[in-house]
Structures are given as structure tokens and as C-alpha cells.
């Protein structure tokens, strides 16, 4: 089964400064791997996914990650943060065979400081 | 815009009662999930359907079931809820046939059990 590693349940970021958001995920076929966002009092909603191909995917808002299968990681980063990117976030996987079942991170609380 | 609705955003309920939680999704996607989202725990599957009167266990089914008698439909029922069953609970749906597709979230019911 599918699982994924986020560690630090809380990050807190100065404004304009770098957001790294760490994930590991562990599957014994080629994964596909996402990243969520969850803004307070509402759903989750799709920030960027990596499926195939290219390994470094750009999202909305300024995010991207990188899929590496050397270190079984899908790291989130933005250049610059913003007080809009005060969120929690969650990476999860699922596997080729599933019906988009996805298993899910503990997820990140990021705090971003002005 | 892909739309799913969940029928309550705030539930109080005492223990032992019967609860229904309702979503509606209406982009005619074949995918039906329940989550369950706690802090700390990040997401965890409670039941999926992938068509019509087709259920599955997720990781935490007990305490929980589902009904899917049409296909935009999937209700979460606690036949008996318990204080552990606090919680806030997450809709979501996806289409079908497509590897990697996205699930898309209804905006959470949060309920407590006195």
C-alpha cells in the first residue's frame, strides 16, 4: 500500500521568503503524487500533480514540485511567500491501478509571518 | 465548475443518534469518497464507491456506512455516533478511466457528538 511522509506538522515562513514543504512517499509501482491545499473553512483544492513525463511540475499560485524516484520525494516549493499562502497543505499518492484512491499526508499547517 | 456539496457544513448531535451526512456531486463522475480529517492525522479513508450500489472499505470503515443509490449521490451514515466520531468529514469525487485525475472536494461537515 501507498503511504506518505510529511514531516513538521507546523512551518512557519517570514513573508517573502522561501516555502519548502517536505514529502516522502513510499509505493511499490510508479506513483502519482499531489499536492493539496486546505485554506481555513473550506475543501481541499488541487495545487499541482505529477502523473508522467516531466518531473518538475508548476502548480497554481507560484508553487512547484519535484518528483524524485532516487530519493522517493515530491518536495513543494515557492520562491516567495505571501500571506495568502497561510493554508494547511497535504501531499498524497495513488497508484496506477487505483480508481484515484489516494492516501494522504499528515499535512503541513504553514504560518506565514509578516 | 466541478461542484460538490456537502448537504451540512455543522452538525451538533448527541450519542446514540443516528447520523446522515449527504453529498452531491454534478459532473456525472463515476468516484464517490468519504473522508474523515482530524488534526495531527492528516486524511483517512472511510468508504469509496466506484459506481452505483458498489461500495468499499476505506482504512477506518468501522462505525461508519455508506449508501450510493444514484450515481451523484453518496451518503455517510454513523448508525450510532460516539464522541469519537468528532470530527470533520470530507466529500470528494473524480471521474473515472483517468489515471491520476483529480479529486475534487465539497467544503467539510464538521460534526460534534455530545
Known amino acids: 500500500a501507498q503511504s506518505v511522509t510529511q514531516l513538521g506538522s507546523h512551518v512557519s515562513v517570514s513573508e517573502g521568503a522561501l516555502v519548502l514543504l517536505r514529502c516522502n512517499y513510499s509505493?511499490?509501482?510508479?506513483?502519482?503524487l499531489f499536492w493539496y491545499v486546505q485554506y481555513p473553512n473550506q475543501g481541499l483544492q488541487l495545487l499541482l500533480k505529477y502523473t508522467t513525463g516531466a518531473t518538475l511540475v508548476k502548480g497554481i499560485n507560484g508553487f512547484e514540485a519535484e518528483f524524485k524516484k532516487s530519493e522517493t520525494s515530491f518536495h513543494l516549493t515557492k520562491p516567495s511567500a505571501h500571506m495568502s499562502d497561510a493554508a494547511e497543505y497535504f501531499c498524497a499518492v495513488t497508484d496506477y491501478y487505483g480508481n484515484n484512491r489516494l492516501a494522504f499526508g499528515k499535512g503541513n499547517q504553514v504560518v506565514v509571518i509578516p | 465548475d466541478v461542484k460538490v456539496t456537502q448537504s451540512s457544513r455543522y452538525l451538533v448531535k448527541r450519542t446514540g443518534e443516528k447520523v446522515f451526512l449527504e453529498c452531491v456531486q454534478d459532473?456525472?463522475?463515476?468516484?464517490m469518497f468519504w473522508y474523515r480529517q482530524d488534526p495531527g492525522l492528516g486524511l483517512r479513508l472511510i468508504y469509496f464507491s466506484y459506481d452505483v450500489k458498489m461500495k468499499e472499505k476505506g482504512d477506518i470503515p468501522e462505525g461508519y456506512s455508506v449508501s450510493r443509490e444514484k450515481k451523484e449521490r453518496f451518503s455517510l451514515i454513523l448508525e450510532s455516533a460516539s464522541t469519537n466520531q468528532t470530527s470533520m468529514y470530507l466529500c470528494a469525487s473524480s471521474a473515472s478511466g483517468r489515471v491520476g485525475g483529480e479529486l475534487f472536494f465539497g467544503e467539510g461537515s464538521r460534526l460534534t457528538v455530545l
Open positions: 509505493s511499490s509501482v510508479p506513483p502519482y
Open positions: 459532473m456525472d463522475h463515476e468516484n
